[in-house]
T-cell receptor
Framework: KQEVTQIPAALSVPEGENLVLNCSFT??????LQWFRQDPGKGLTSLLL?????REQTSGRLNASLDKSSGRSTLYIAASQPGDSATYLC??????????FGRGTSLIVHP | GAVVSQHPSRVICKSGTSVKIECRSL??????MFWYRQFPKKSLMLMAT?????????EQGVEKDKFLINHASLTLSTLTVTSAHPEDSSFYIC??????????????FGPGTRLTVL
């Protein structure tokens, strides 16, 4: 059974810092890995999707990497802003493309 | 990008009543949709996989008679919480995958439904 772990569980940083969120998974036989953002009381917003054959994806200030062999993915956020404050979820897509979610990293960026 | 909607966004009901939540893919077809439940400060827990035209597949521990799922068309799945009780209060989120393989099998999530059972 796939297990997904996200570290740290919570993070508080001053505005402008570059930061890295980590996601690890136990079964490397994955189809894809997706990073989401969730604001309090809201649904999920997809940030980046990495196919199993890819190593990284970039969108604006966000960069996600994938290392299947070591069972790791990182989400890099450059020049963080208060508007980046949210919970970031990592989801690993397995059989039938059903994703397994980590518990998320709660990020606070203070001015 | 692809859009998934949910209705209602928030519902408050009395214990013992049934509540129906709709999940729609607005600009793509989805033979498969997924229903999740999220407890406060917890991750998403997959409840069931909704299959168009056939029975839903429920995860272990999820009561299929309690959480009725119907996937009547390629763009609509419904989750009915029957005889709701306070412990059913939660945030319910659906997701859908483009059946035609577009968007690289990316999962698109609805905005969620907050259910509160009094």
């Amino acid at each position: 059974k796939q297990e997904v772990t996200q570290i740290p569980a919570a993070l508080s940083v001053p505005e402008g810092e570059n930061l890295v969120l980590n996601c690890s998974f136990t079964d490397s036989a994955i189809y894809n890995l997706q990073w989401f953002r969730q604001d309090p009381g809201k649904g999920l917003t997809s940030l980046l999707l990495i196919q199993s054959s890819q190593r990284e994806q970039t969108s604006g200030r966000l960069n996600a990497s994938l290392d299947k062999s070591s069972g790791r993915s990182t989400l890099y956020i450059a020049a963080s802003q208060p508007g980046d404050s949210a919970t970031y979820l990592c989801a690993v897509g397995g059989g039938s493309y059903i994703p397994t979610f980590g518990r998320g990293t709660s990020l606070i960026v203070h001015p | 990008g692809a859009v998934v909607s949910q209705h209602p966004s928030r519902v408050i009901c009395k214990s013992g009543t049934s509540v129906k939540i709709e999940c729609r893919s607005l600009d793509f077809q989805a033979t498969t949709m997924f229903w999740y439940r999220q407890f406060p400060k917890k991750s998403l827990m997959l409840m069931a996989t909704s299959n168009e035209g056939s029975k839903a597949t429920y995860e272990q521990g999820v009561e299929k008679d309690k959480f009725l799922i119907n996937h009547a068309s390629l763009t609509l799945s419904t989750l009915t919480v029957t005889s709701a009780h306070p412990e059913d209060s939660s945030f319910y989120i659906c997701s859908a995958r483009d059946s035609l393989g577009g968007n690289n099998n990316e999962q698109f999530f609805g905005p969620g439904t907050r259910l509160t059972v009094l």
